[in-house]
């Protein structure tokens, strides 16, 4: 498999190879210095070798990757500058996806999907409260009672509070405080979407895998723009997006090339508070993950937001420039410097704040899995449009996509809302006819002949007793109590006419 040009200067080219991308990589360096840029040219060159990608588009800039490129004189200055042969402006297939069904095809989930773990994160719960939830999920499993979207878990959390005496000694305690605090987290999550992406059909991974009749792999690109308002809904989703690909999908070992490339952009927010449970799962999909034949590329300002151990997973390097006007910034340098295999000509860590817009420093894995010393080169320019796709141009790209009017229409099976809400119906129906022959045969009781029609006596003590206990027929309570006064009553009055 020939090596992706991916960088170069006047004397050197900083190549991929195949074999090595999925090892995993990290895209670094302060705002305006061209990591979109060199998101967009890494995503060519996968689809270049049939190589499916999915990445997440914060700014919509990169929606153009769909456009034929030209007419950017940076960009054709660029080509000169780096005497690119068989440069050609063209477009790449690309599917748009949008969790709010706008900007493109609705991504779907289910809760039972999501899981626990991740819901949990997803609702900024505690411990406890995460304790609790995980007990609501095994409930609803456990009676066979699907968790699909949010009306869902609201009714089967309403239903184990209620309940919580019944599945203390199997489940634990389950507080009416932590069940108010999920379902306050649940309309909380409404607002800003969860409603949406809890549904039906939910997303089959194999669409984000799809190459088109010239053997080009798809760019699948997530509108994040308006999904980044609420954060820890956009770090959650790409979570459970990178989860499932390493459930689901077989083991291959190493291969030739990856079966997909999945870019993390705005990383940090991936690790924001994560609690450590989190972490250690996301460190363990990370690890684990490449034996799928997914390589994983984290995207951010700054490399101390990856943690440690996720950071030494990460072989292919590309780093923008950063600045040094903090101490944390000047810890930054160091930090990135001493990731890099040292090269005598360079001293990195000054060269980090000096790089311009669309230089980096590149180290890439060698065909032995080693780090090739850094490189100050760079970034290839892209072949397609450098900016966003307009609304007709996006539109188009969607009516001729291979999911088109797949994942547009919802369905709404049976599941923990519609058993609960039948049970309900159906317990309610049988108090009400229960109620009802209550009523009908306390109604039956002719009490005039109790007392004697030629009794002219008006308020004797045995009358006033029996109307006294007639008007509490209005409760449950008091209709239970009217039966075993009056019975009584009867059977005496019936005793002495004998």
């Known amino acids: 498999m020939q090596a992706m040009l991916i960088a170069k200067n006047q004397t050197t080219e900083s190549v991929m190879l195949p074999r090595m991308a999925n090892r995993h990589g990290l895209i670094a360096g302060a705002t305006g210095t061209g990591k979109t840029v060199t998101l967009q040219s890494l995503a060519e060159q996968f689809s270049r070798i049939g190589v499916p990608v999915f990445m997440a588009d914060v700014k919509g800039d990169l929606s153009g990757m769909s456009q034929v490129g030209g007419g950017n004189a940076k960009v054709e200055a660029r080509v000169q500058q780096l005497s690119l042969t068989g440069y050609a402006n063209k477009a790449y297939p690309v599917m748009f996806w949008d969790m709010f069904g706008e900007k493109g095809h609705p991504v779907h989930t289910t809760l039972s999907e999501m899981g626990p773990l991740l819901l949990s994160r997803m609702l900024n719960l505690n411990e406890v409260q995460s304790g609790v939830l995980n007990a609501i999920f095994k409930i609803a499993d456990d009676n066979g009672m699907l968790l699909l979207d949010l009306k869902d878990l ?124 989190l972490l250690q799962k996301i460190e363990q999909v990370v690890r684990l ?103 007709a141009e996006r539109k188009q790209v969607m009516v001729n996509s291979l999911v088109a009017g797949v994942y547009e229409h919802t369905v709404d099976r049976e599941s923990a809302y519609e058993i609960l809400k039948k049970r309900a119906a159906e317990v309610a129906s049988a108090e009400q006819t229960a109620t009802e022959q209550t009523q009908a045969g306390a109604s039956g009781f002719d009490l005039g002949g109790i007392f004697g029609g030629g009794d002219s006596r008006s308020d004797s003590v045995l009358e006033s007793a029996a109307k006294s206990a007639a008007r509490a027929i209005g409760s449950q309570l008091g209709k239970a109590i009217v039966r075993g006064v009056l019975g009584s009553i009867l059977g005496g009055v019936s005793n002495k006419r004998r």
């Not at 379902?183 to 669409?207: K, M, S």
């Not at 440690?308 to 292919?316: E, F, I």
């Open 289 to 391: 993950v490449r034996s799928k034949g997914v390589g994983v590329y984290f995207v951010s300002q700054n490399p101390l937001d990856i943690p440690d151990v996720v950071l030494g997973q990460l072989g292919n390097r590309v780093q923008h420039a950063l600045r040094a006007f903090t101490p944390r910034d000047q810890k930054a340098v160091q930090v990135a410097a001493q990731t890099f295999r040292a090269n005598p000509s360079l001293d990195v860590a000054t060269v980090i704040t000096e790089l311009g817009v669309g230089e980096a420093l590149v180290s890439f894995l060698d065909e032995k899995g080693a780090p090739t010393p850094v490189e100050r080169v760079f970034i290839c320019p892209p072949e397609s449009r450098v900016g966003p796709a307009n609304e």
């Open 154 to 277: 609201r009714a089967m959390a309403q239903h184990c509070a209620e309940n919580a005496a019944t599945y203390q000694s199997q489940y634990g305690n389950i507080s009416a405080a932590s069940v108010g605090a999920i379902q306050r987290g649940l309309l909380q999550l409404e607002t800003e979407g969860g409603d949406v992406l809890f549904a039906e059909p939910a997303l089959n991974l194999e669409d984000l895998m799809q190459t088109d009749a010239k053997g080009l792999g798809f760019i699948n690109i997530l509108a994040a723009d308006k999904l980044l308002n609420s954060p820890r809904v956009y770090a959650t989703l790409l979570l459970w997006l990178l989860s499932e690909l390493f459930e689901k999908l077989p083991e291959v070992g190493d291969v030739d090339q990856p079966k997909l490339v999945f870019f993390f952009d705005e990383a940090h927010l991936l690790f924001n508070d994560a609690p450590q449970i």
